[in-house]
C-alpha cells in the first residue's frame, strides 16, 4: 500500500520558482531511488530529476541548473526546487518511487499541475 502524494504546483510567471513536494508512505523510504517527472499535452512524459537511495542526482538537460532534487529521509519526503522557470516548463509533474531491490516495482503519484505563464 505504497502511497505518493504531490503539493506545490501551481500558477507563476517565467522567471519565478516553486517548490515540489512528494509525500511517501507505506514503505521503508530511505532504501528507494526518487524521481521526479513530467508530461505537457501531446508531449511524451519525461524524466525531470532523479535521487539514489545514497543521495546521488541527475537532471534532464533542460533543466540543469535551474532545478534541485532533494530528499528528507527522516521525513519521508522529495523536493523539487523549480528556479528561474519557462513557459516550457509547464506541465503535469509526478513523483515517481523504485525499489532497487525489486526491480520492476514502482509508484506513482497523482501529479501536480504546474502553469508558467509569459
Known amino acids: 500500500q505504497v502511497q505518493l502524494v504531490e503539493s506545490g504546483g501551481g500558477l507563476v510567471q517565467a522567471g519565478g520558482s516553486l517548490r515540489l513536494s512528494c509525500a511517501a508512505s507505506?514503505?521503508?523510504?530511505?532504501?528507494?531511488?526518487m524521481g521526479w517527472y513530467r508530461q505537457a499535452p501531446g508531449k511524451q512524459r519525461e524524466l525531470v530529476a532523479l535521487i539514489t537511495n545514497g543521495g546521488r542526482t541527475d537532471y534532464a538537460d533542460s533543466v540543469k541548473g535551474r532545478f534541485t532534487i532533494s530528499r528528507d529521509n527522516a521525513k519521508n519526503t522529495v523536493h523539487l526546487q523549480m528556479n528561474s522557470l519557462k513557459p516550457e516548463d509547464t506541465a503535469v509533474y509526478y513523483c515517481n518511487l523504485e525499489n532497487p531491490f525489486s526491480k520492476g516495482t514502482e509508484y506513482w503519484g497523482q501529479g501536480t499541475q504546474v502553469t508558467v505563464s509569459s
Open positions: 507505506g514503505t521503508i523510504f530511505s532504501i528507494n531511488n
